[in-house]
């Protein structure tokens, strides 16, 4: 996992045009408007996101048009993926541990 693609995200205003894009391509223009912030900016957050290879632009008459990039997204669920397994893992063990308990109380309860 890259650090770049994750460096890239912490910003909040690439966060909000990689939102934006998960609708649907759009132009700088039109990612400005949403955003109501300057096309300079703009086009400096998705150069920033371009490096990282989680957008792409296309030609498309006199614009150009992003939208996002899959690979970067997929690697991201991946490693995600493994923490999950992690938690899951240990929730699985709490929860036996718990349950065993659990019984030991009802078994010394029994007793009495």
């Given at each position: 996992m890259q650090s770049t693609?994750?460096?890239?995200?912490a910003e909040p205003s690439r966060l909000k045009i990689v939102?934006?894009?998960?609708?649907?391509?759009?132009?700088?223009?039109?990612?400005?408007?949403a955003l109501e912030i300057r096309q300079p900016q703009v086009s400096k957050h998705l150069r920033v996101l371009g490096d990282s290879g989680i957008v792409?632009?296309?030609?498309?008459?006199?614009?150009r048009i992003?939208?996002?990039?899959?690979?970067?997204?997929?690697e991201i669920g991946r490693w995600a993926e493994s923490f999950a397994q992690l938690w899951e893992t240990r929730l699985d063990s709490l929860g036996r541990y718990l349950e065993s308990i659990a019984e030991g109380t009802e078994d010394r309860a029994d007793d009495d």
């Open positions: 693609v994750f460096e890239a995200l939102e934006l894009l998960r609708a649907g391509p759009l132009s700088v223009g039109e990612i400005a408007e792409a632009g296309q030609p498309v008459a006199r614009r992003y939208h996002l990039e899959a690979a970067p997204f997929e």
